[in-house]
């Protein structure tokens, strides 16, 4: 079982409305990501940081941000969420170093 | 664009078969990294190859990896209804920092 925590799992929430979705894990990680899924869809890259302070966008353009205040969290936000935001997010982390990465059970937002 | 792809998307196979998965990609890397998904969750890491590895084992699990092709395949045998999920190939490229992962493949094992 990986100790990285994603809450809330699922949120319903109207549009324009500004949401933050938490990411922690306990292992000490410094990499950690933001991943975007449709359902049975690939994984994209939204937001990574590889360390406190240090983040960088993904392959995927998003209008989401993050922040790496602690090494142990990495909130997404949304400032003013739209139908088009609707999707899985998913947390990660890893060591680094070509090592596995951890995956949170995900958060799915629908925007209405 | 992403890194890898897998292929086939989907694969659906009787209980008790092997079932093989292939995946693509484009530029040099550390390790392939072979992961589930059970709908609706998050991933699971499965199975890591290095770069200078060419097979890997793990339980029923057996990766290959060819570098000069840029592919591996993922070869899950004596499958289990419990098998049924989706697998992902990703990919650590030596020239980036981020994880990639394929589109992919969509596995379903029929009691």
């Known amino acids: 079982e990986a100790d990285i925590y994603q809450t809330p799992r699922y949120l319903v929430i109207g549009t324009g409305k500004k949401i933050t979705l938490e990411c922690s894990q306990t292992?000490?990680?410094?990499?950690m990501y933001w991943y975007q899924q449709d359902p049975g869809m690939e994984l994209h890259l939204i937001h990574y940081?590889?360390?406190?302070?240090?983040?960088e966008k993904g392959d995927l353009s998003s209008e989401s941000t993050v922040s790496r205040i602690r090494t142990e969290h990495f909130p997404l936000t949304l400032e003013s969420a739209r139908p088009s935001h609707t999707s899985q997010y998913l947390c990660?982390?890893?060591?680094?170093?070509?090592?596995?990465?951890?995956f949170g059970q995900g958060t799915r937002l629908t925007v209405v | 664009s992403q890194q890898g792809e897998e292929d086939p998307q989907a694969l659906s196979i009787q209980e008790g078969e092997n079932a093989t998965m292939n995946c693509s990609y484009k530029t040099s890397i550390n390790n392939l990294q072979w992961y589930r998904q059970n709908s609706g969750r998050g991933l699971v890491h499965l199975i890591l190859?290095?770069?200078?590895?060419r097979e890997k084992h793990s339980g029923r699990l057996r990766v290959t990896l060819d570098t000069s092709k840029k592919s591996s395949s993922l070869l899950i045998t004596a499958s289990r209804a419990a098998d049924t999920a989706s697998y992902f190939c990703a990919t650590d490229p030596d020239s980036a920092r981020q994880l990639t992962f394929g589109s992919g493949t969509q596995l379903t094992v029929l009691p």
């Open positions: 292992m000490g990680h410094d990499k």
């Open positions: 940081s590889y360390g406190v302070n240090s983040t």
């Open positions: 990660a982390s890893s060591r680094g170093g070509g090592t596995e990465a951890f």
């Open positions: 190859i290095r770069s200078n590895e």
